[in-house]
């Protein structure tokens, strides 16, 4: 599912932007913290640049799903977070069939 339409904010006079995540935005400086997280639980054991633009792509192609990024304001990628309706794997932790929403936000550049 792709995010129409983009967010920008101001927090202590800086500029930042909320959009979708594409492929062309992973990057290794991306890659790198999810490889190196103890708090996402299910990242690929192969994971590199190319499986990441392909799952971000999956996603940007999903009807359920939602992937966004953080930018500042010259368009570098700081946090993302990643929105899943009914997300299979998390099946377990429902108890009924109504529907659920799963949030996931990783923090990628601590400094900008």
Do not use: A, C, W
């Not at 202590?12 to 990057?27: A, G, M, Q, S």
């Not at 690929?44 to 999956?58: A, D, G, R, W």
């Not at 992937?67 to 899943?84: A, E, K, P, R």
């Amino acid at each position: 599912m792709i995010l129409d339409n983009i967010l920008i904010f101001k927090r202590d006079k800086i500029k930042f932007i909320l959009k979708n995540l594409e492929p062309d935005n992973v990057t290794s400086h991306y890659v790198e913290p999810l490889k190196e997280t103890n708090y996402i639980e299910h990242v690929p054991p192969k994971l590199s640049v190319v499986t990441q633009k392909e799952y971000v792509q999956k996603i940007n192609d999903s009807k359920n799903s939602l992937i966004f990024g953080l930018f500042t304001h010259d368009n570098h990628l700081i946090g993302t977070s990643g929105v899943q309706i009914n997300f299979p794997s998390f099946k377990n932790y429902v108890n009924n069939d109504s529907k659920y929403l799963t949030l996931g936000i990783l923090v990628i550049d601590k400094e900008n």
